[in-house]
């Protein structure tokens, strides 16, 4: 079973809809984040949690919510989502390490089409 | 403004033969820098880092180099394979900003037999 796990992997919705993507990982780390990619443009940091209990903005933020509702799991909204938040998007998780950078384990994405 | 850049966004090398993927960065606070590679339909795995301590680190055939006083890193792979074709990011991030990394745009590798 993999690590990191993220569901749905593809989803296509409307314009000004609802939408939550979600994140399980079973690595026992305390850090989550959410990033996306686009094409040409790398991937980007949206939101961020050290633990269950603190949620940070990521360079991209606007637009998105998230949720941390266990040390497992890690949930990223649209609340209305827009065209160009068409995008692939990934789940990472990583463990906490004093005084060192932590490696991120990702999961294996998932596609998001906005109409 | 892109802090962490990679020039080229696709490179093509003959089997056997050595791959050299760049990447450039502007923030010189940035001192631990990690190479990651993408499949198509997969996350991307890390592959290997550096601390900027050292100027060189080595696992099998993969190598990186890290030039501090150009900003300049590079990733080698001797000998290319097949399987290394991939999208290869360069990320790059500070000891007191605890896991953040920044990602370059990446690099398409493609490696023919």
């Known amino acids: 079973d993999a690590d990191v796990t993220q569901t749905p992997r593809n989803r296509i919705t409307k314009t000004g809809k609802r939408i939550m993507l979600e994140c399980s990982q079973t690595?026992?780390?305390?850090?989550m984040y959410w990033y996306r990619q686009d094409p040409g443009l790398g991937l980007r940091l949206i939101y961020y949690?050290?633990?269950?209990?603190?949620?940070n903005k990521g360079e991209i933020s606007d637009g998105y919510s998230v949720s941390r509702q266990a040390q497992a799991k890690f949930s990223l909204s649209l609340e209305s989502a827009i065209p160009n938040q068409t995008a692939l998007y990934f789940c990472?998780?990583?463990?906490?390490?004093?005084?060192?950078?932590?490696?991120?384990?990702f999961g294996p994405g998932t596609r998001l089409t906005v109409l | 403004d892109q802090q962490v850049k990679q020039n080229s966004p696709s490179l093509s090398v003959q089997e056997g033969r050595i791959s050299i993927l760049n990447c450039d960065y502007t923030?010189?606070?940035?001192?631990?820098f990690l190479w990651y590679k993408k499949y198509p339909a997969e996350g991307p795995t890390f592959l290997i880092s550096?601390?900027?301590?050292?100027d060189k680190n080595e696992d099998g055939r993969f190598t990186v180099f890290l030039n501090k006083s150009a900003k300049h890193l590079s990733l080698h792979i001797v000998p290319s394979q097949p399987g290394d074709s991939a999208v290869y990011f360069c990320?790059?991030?500070?000891?007191?900003?605890?896991?953040?990394?920044?990602f370059g745009q990446g690099t398409e590798l493609s490696v023919k037999p």
């Open positions: 990320a790059a991030s500070s000891y007191n900003q605890g896991g953040k990394l920044i």
């Open positions: 949690s050290f633990d269950v209990k603190d949620i």
């Open positions: 550096i601390s900027s301590i050292k």
């Open positions: 990472a998780t990583s463990d906490s390490i004093a005084g060192a950078v932590d490696t991120q384990y």
């Open positions: 690595k026992g780390h305390d850090r």
């Open positions: 923030n010189s606070m940035f001192d631990y």
